[in-house]
């Protein structure tokens, strides 16, 4: 029965999220919103969505390896797990230009994830500072965008164009983003009750089961958008998916977390799990800077660090 929990949240969370984008994109198309804008705010909020809710209800349910685990798995699986199929499915060439400054976004989001998880504490105060971040960020990004547009406005405009429905009224959009929110309400809910339930059975660590079948859940939106954006030969959406979604979990979800109820973080993903996503954030730049394409063995490559990854933490 708690595997059945696991596996229906786990749909929903991933159709929720989906769909939550795709309503919240349509409302703002209609209400007039700039694809720039949509690009860096809705589509980045939304397709978190996921992980705000699951590691919410793991915080207030006491559960702080499966809240702050939920955060940093899911970049780490982004990167390895996700970045690694679609690369697969299509060489990821891309324009350096539009990645300049979401790429140095990315890094200083990482080192703020790093000093945030070796304080130890998810304070109020932390919380509040890596929201800031984010609001510096997204002023930073639209006002340079607006003055100079430029291949990075691009590519933020390409990725509200592949989840926009052509055509779509105000009214079906509203619909489709409650159904949204609801199905990922009741995705994660279901989720995290069947994680917490797993760790208990099995004596497994709430942070394992956070890192990998959480933290894979909650990215499951960004893994369709993904694949999808790959099929259609779409390299830049795919990337800037994978950058803006970690730059949000990090900046966003995990400073509202704290702001909403600050936890204390799981030592072990201070001694082993942060350092490992600073790794695979410096790995992806690596694989990127030579010939600024992420080839189909480096894809391989990534795919097979997750397994071994996942690996280590159950065995």
Known sequence: MTILLIIVGLVLLAVGGDVLVRGAVGISTRLGVSPLLAGLTIVGFGTSTPELVTSLFAAFDGAPGIAVG?????????????????????????????????????????FACLAAVLLGVLSRPVGFAL??????????????????PDAEAAMHEHVTADVTSPGMSLIAALGLAVAGIIGTIIGARLLVDGAIEIARDFGVAETVIGLTVVAVGTSLPELVACVIAALRRHPDVVLGNIIGSNIYNVLGILGVTAIVHPIAIPPEIAAFDIWVLLGTTALLGLFLRTGWTLKRWEGGVFLMLYTGYVGYLTV
């Open 70 to 110: 939920n955060i940093v798995g899911s970049n780490i699986a982004n990167i390895l797990l996700i970045l690694g199929v679609s690369a697969l499915i299509l060489p990821l060439a891309i324009d350096p230009a539009a990645f300049r400054r979401d790429g140095l976004a990315l890094v200083a989001a990482t």
């Open 131 to 148: 929201l800031a971040l984010l609001i510096g960020y997204i002023v930073w990004a639209y006002l340079s965008e607006r003055r100079r």
